[in-house]
């Protein structure tokens, strides 16, 4: 609401007609006089002003004679003498005024306003206020991250890591990119913005569940630099010849779930899983708000309408017992566990975790403790405001799981239908790599992303570690920013020469296969999902010299990528990254992009630039 006030002298008569919004909004009023009949009233609206601060309040017209015609408003016109001090500020269609300044005093004003009354018979009007709905406070949760360095294979050889096939903190980006900001810096981690889109890899051609693929040329963003590309391909599985399932769904239907974009949303995501499914599937439905309920036992797919009225019935309300939750679920897959089959809990929630067993620690050690039953744990994060990003990767992380972030019914076909094999069904778990760089053509080397699974590079051999999750068909990128021996870098560090040690500017001990054309070595462990002993693949990377423009779309896609995800950190390590480069690069390198994913890339990035001006 905006105000317009008047200032009447005692020997002036007043009217006024304003308003356009939009369409004409007329208001005017007219002068009786003592010796008509008639009564000329104009439908006048009383507009108060309300700072930002204080409530809105609306004034419904009552008792509104019949309006006058325009011929008695040009006569009315030209009776009055408009008062100078009015002061009327538009600005995009509404009228504002703050603060309105007056030299009459309250006396003088209240008497004028009593002539005013009698004059024109001014009707009391019923004032109705509207509820201003409360901002509702942003506590979303993201880890800090510290972004991975240069080192020097001097110092130490080898880089050890934890492939990630997680993908929420893309969607997460977009949509705060889409409402109109940025995104926050620490909920930008750069390996899930490469790893949300396909690359077109070459299927595997042996036993063995996946592709290796590397490549090396230039990095875009600093040119004096070298950028390795390696890139996952999982082994496409066949529908018909996918194994049963044992899907449990936990659903949080605690209070904070009640937004359309999230337990709807919710709903119809999984009705989209549900039509995805075989006949020899199972489905199971756990609840949980104030305390954890089974919802639905196992049931076959076949009965469809059971499970989608059990799905209806969910509804939220109440706070969040997630730790019980959690436990009920992987006790009900238990259950009903399939051998050789698809054993997995599948975690629906905002991931505000209120009520139990609540702290990150004490959740990820739940959840720890039932991943060796050979149940896999996939995460689907709903919503926003209170969205709890840090802690379901945590939980994903740790349940030999997956993370996605579903922001739309798009997202939720991504997730559930196109690369739905991708996401339930794992071919090779605990894969990790280690790295080893020949220090006679490194001079220094930094993983782009991945700061949360870095390894000790004695963990590549233990198999009792950990390590990610690869889905049939899935495909995995990694990068790595190269500084080549010989190359000045304001990156590369130094300590002084060590007395015991020798020193490490000097020091030639190095194999001959170090003085061979290599310039790095690539080792990978895995194992197969119902095995504990690990496989060994073992594949060294020559150096090249090779033109940017030489490379695959899928070099130059995931460089854009990685680029843009510096430029959203502001990165110390972002060099020459900026908007304008990172959509050239990214428009000649879409590819097919059948399902478009690439070209939305785009156009976030421009958003992004626009915003950023």
């Not at 909004?25 to 006089?33: D, H, P, Y």
């Not at 009015?86 to 504002?96: G, H, M, T």
């Amino acid at each position: 609401m905006k105000t317009i006030h008047s200032i009447f002298s005692q020997k002036q008569v007043f009217a006024f007609a304003f308003l356009f919004c939009f369409l004409v909004i007329f208001a005017a009023c007219s002068n009786q006089k003592t010796t008509s009949t008639s009564n000329i009233m104009a439908d006048s609206a009383v507009l108060v002003s309300a700072d930002k601060d204080k409530e809105v309040i609306d004034v419904p017209m009552t008792n509104i004679p019949t309006p006058i015609s325009p011929e008695e408003i040009i006569e009315v016109e030209n009776e009055i003498e408009l008062s100078e001090n009015i002061e009327i500020k538009i600005e995009d269609v509404e009228i504002e005024i703050d603060n309105i300044v007056t030299d009459v005093t309250a006396i003088e004003r209240e008497k004028e306003e009593e002539e005013v009354e009698q004059v024109f018979g001014i009707y009391e009007m019923p004032i109705k206020k509207i509820k201003k709905e409360p901002i509702k406070q942003n506590t979303e949760n993201y880890q800090k991250l510290v972004e991975n360095k240069f080192i020097q294979p001097k110092n130490e050889a080898l880089s050890t890591f934890s492939i990630d096939v997680d993908n929420a903190s893309y969607t997460t980006a977009r949509r705060f990119i889409q409402s109109g900001q940025l995104p926050n810096p620490n909920s930008v981690r750069i390996e899930e913005f490469i790893n949300y889109f396909d690359y077109d890899y070459p299927q595997p051609k042996n036993d063995v569940p996946f592709s290796i693929n590397t490549e090396i040329s230039v990095a875009p963003w600093n040119t004096k630099h070298k950028l390795v590309h390696i890139g996952i391909q999982g082994k496409e599985l066949d529908y018909k010849n996918l194994s049963a399932s044992n899907l449990v769904f936990l659903i949080d239907a605690s209070g904070s779930m009640e937004d359309p974009n999230k337990l709807p949303l919710l709903r119809s995501s999984l009705k989209m899983l549900l039509n995805e499914m075989n006949e020899k599937d199972h489905i199971s439905i756990v609840a949980y708000a104030g305390a954890a309920g089974l919802v639905l036992p196992s049931t076959s797919v076949k009965e469809k309408a059971k499970i989608l009225n059990a799905l209806e019935n969910v509804s939220a309300g109440g706070s969040t017992a997630g730790g019980a939750g959690i436990t009920l679920a992987y006790k009900i897959a238990k259950e009903n566990f399939i051998k050789n089959g698809n054993n997995r809990v599948i975690l629906c929630t905002d991931g505000d975790f209120n009520v139990g067993v609540n702290s990150a620690d004490d959740l990820v050690k739940l959840i720890e403790t039932k991943r060796n039953d050979d149940i896999f744990l996939t995460v689907c994060g709903f919503g926003m405001g209170n969205y709890q990003d840090h802690q379901m990767e945590e939980l994903s992380n740790a349940g030999n799981g997956n993370y996605f972030y579903i922001d739309n019914i798009q997202e939720a076909k991504k997730v559930f239908i196109k690369e739905m094999r991708a996401t339930l069904f794992t071919i090779a778990k605990d894969v990790k790599i280690q790295i080893e760089f020949n220090p006679t053509k490194v001079a220094a080397y930094r993983l782009i992303g991945y700061e949360n699974r870095m390894l000790k590079k004695e963990d590549f051999n233990d198999d009792k570690k950990d390590a990610g999750e690869l889905g049939a068909g899935h495909t995995v990128t990694a990068l790595y920013e190269i500084v080549p021996v010989g190359v000045e870098s304001n990156f590369l560090t130094s300590v002084d020469d060590l007395r015991y040690q020798g020193s490490s500017k000097t020091s030639t001990n190095y194999t001959v296969v170090a003085s061979s054309d290599e310039l790095l070595n690539l080792k990978l462990r895995y194992k197969k999902p119902n095995e504990t002993k690990s496989k060994l693949i073992v594949s060294p990377l020559k150096d090249e010299n090779i033109a940017l423009s030489k490379t695959s779309d899928n070099f130059r896609f995931s460089a854009a990528v990685a680029s843009f995800g510096m430029i959203l950190r502001d990165s110390e390590y972002k060099s020459n990254s900026d908007y304008q480069t990172v959509i050239g690069l990214g428009k000649n390198a879409k590819g097919k992009d059948t399902e478009g994913y690439r070209t939305e890339f785009l156009k976030l990035v421009e958003s992004c630039m626009l915003m950023s001006k």
